[in-house]
């Protein structure tokens, strides 16, 4: 079983890395929205301030690398170099699913070395919903998010992804209560997030009912899972089966406006964040945090953590760039404010 895992693993980065992965259709919607120049700022760039909080953690930039690896080797070199970027950086970091350390202890160096390597910086486990409903439970996950020693945990809401998926688990009934339980009983914070195909406003509300504080909306706009897999496919009948969900989902910037609408939930936002401008619209719009997936795991692949440090970089320095062009010096005044965002489709 175990072994099976590793190697879906090992073809999701390789196909990830190698293959064209994009919605091309669909986008994320961040190209309908522009800033409001102010060609008066009244404030120096040198003070303008992009540290956010996050679980306890003062970011030096409101970033977070998403959940991508874990389990065998090559993810450990993969986990190691993302954590020593985010922790030289001052951001976030998610790690791929645990399942592969759930189902074979031997698993777990893959996931100790981020913390290792990251002392500094905010670390968040990850599972997939439908593991939950038909495995693990909290006192199993409780050991596990100790030995990793992270802050947090994400559970992946994958649907789509499990339905096509050659060997996926499309297990979703009694997902909430699920969740509910685990949210009540596990002495860590957990966060849900999609896997690229975004949140609905049902699916927000109903998780702020089930007592969930973070989303992570992982919207429709980059990376798609129905391409992803349709690449593991050797059947033709299923590859045609999982072109028909090539362009599905809820983009990206439609799921922001998703959870905006429900108040007190906390917005991660992530999908098709390829770009800094992105980054600094997605905080625009209202979110605490953005994240990305690909173009961190691309930028390691070509550059190792020096590439992987630049891009962060690029990413913070366009946002401060936007703060200051906006005339907000700090995140307090810049995140979720109408006055600078204006959408307008070219
Ligand atoms: C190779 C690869 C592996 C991933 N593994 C996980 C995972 O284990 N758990 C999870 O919640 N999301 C996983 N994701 C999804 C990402 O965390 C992210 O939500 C998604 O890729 C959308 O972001 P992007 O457009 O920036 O890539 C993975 C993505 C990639 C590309």
């Not at 006192?139 to 996926?168: F, M, R, T």
């Not at 999982?242 to 998703?258: C, L, M, R």
């Amino acid at each position: 079983m175990t072994k099976k895992i590793l190697t879906r693993k090992k073809e999701h980065l390789q196909i990830a890395n190698d293959e064209p992965i994009h919605f091309h259709e669909l986008t994320t919607g961040f190209e309908d929205y522009h800033f409001v120049h102010n060609a008066l700022p009244e404030i120096d760039l040198k003070d303008v301030n992009i540290k956010a909080n996050f679980l306890g953690y003062e970011l030096q930039s409101p970033l977070m690398i998403s959940s991508i690896s874990g389990g065998e080797d090559e993810s450990k070199q993969l986990n190691r170099d993302l954590a020593r970027a985010a922790n030289q950086s001052g951001i976030a970091l998610s790690l791929g699913s645990i399942r592969p350390a759930l189902e074979n202890p031997e698993c777990i160096g893959s996931y100790q070395i981020a913390r290792k390597e990251a002392p500094n910086i905010p670390i968040i486990a990850n599972i997939g919903a439908s593991q939950l409903v038909k495995e693990y439970k909290s006192k199993q996950l409780s050991k596990i998010l100790k030995q990793i020693d992270v802050n947090a945990i994400s559970i992946h809401l994958n649907p789509l992804q499990e339905a096509l998926q050659p060997e996926g688990e499309p297990h979703f009934k009694g997902v909430s209560r699920a969740i509910e339980i685990l949210r009540e009983t596990l002495p860590y914070p957990v966060i849900v997030k999609e896997v690229g195909f975004g949140l609905s406003l049902d699916a927000i509300k109903r998780l702020q009912k089930m007592g969930i504080q973070w989303v992570d909306v992982a919207g429709s706009g980059g990376t798609s899972w129905s391409r992803i897999e349709h690449h593991r496919m050797k059947s033709q009948n299923k590859k045609d089966i999982a072109t028909q969900f090539f362009e599905w989902g809820i983009p990206t910037v439609e799921s922001i406006q998703n959870a905006i609408k429900v108040k007190q939930m906390k917005i991660i936002a992530s999908g098709g964040i390829d770009t800094g401008l992105k980054f600094a619209k997605a905080i625009a719009l209202g979110a605490e945090l953005a994240g990305a997936a690909i173009p961190f795991l691309q930028a390691r692949n070509k550059g190792g953590v020096t590439r992987v440090c630049d891009l962060i970089n690029v990413y913070s320095e366009t946002l401060r760039i936007a703060m200051f062009c906006t005339g907000n010096q700090d995140l307090a005044r810049f995140r979720g404010n109408k006055s600078i965002i204006s959408y307008r489709k070219l």
